[in-house]
């Protein structure tokens, strides 16, 4: 799948890091750098725009490395980047660690998987077919 991307920043464009990712890395794009106070959080620029195919969205979801080491991590995770949005994008993080976090121009801080959607319609019903699970919710197998 090829998807066209304008890059504003002169960061390079997300990539995978190994053969077999599924996420990509994208990186801050910032004029001078950004400090996350504990529990602040932030929309940070990245500098790319994107064309999406129809039928595809675009993920945002954090970084494991930063969340284990420093508590950062994407708050309105996974972000949903749509096919007919043409604006920058922009991911808000957060600190959720113990001290303050520094956000440099090029940092990896978050990465991006491409993800394909169906389209749905809703057909109105009176009841909906059993199985053995039913109404069981959450906690309901007492693990």
């Not at 508590?71 to 959720?96: H, K, M």
Request: proline share 4%.
């Amino acid at each position: 799948m090829i998807i066209k991307v304008i890059n504003n920043s002169l960061n390079p464009l997300p990539e995978y890091s190994t053969s077999h990712s599924a996420g990509m890395d994208i990186r801050a794009f910032l004029s001078k750098p950004e400090i996350l106070k504990p529990g602040e959080r932030k929309l940070i620029s990245t500098g790319l725009y994107l064309e999406i195919e129809v039928g595809y969205e675009v993920q945002i979801r954090p970084r494991s490395g930063l969340a284990i080491k420093n508590g950062i991590t994407v708050l309105n995770s996974p972000g949903t980047i749509d096919a007919d949005y043409r604006g920058e994008v922009c991911i808000i993080i957060i600190n959720l660690g113990s001290e303050d976090f520094e956000v440099k121009n090029g940092d990896r801080i978050a990465q991006m998987v491409v993800a394909k959607y169906e389209i749905c319609t809703w057909e109105k019903v009176s009841e909906l077919s059993e199985t053995s699970r039913g109404i069981g919710g959450f906690g309901h197998t007492g693990k």
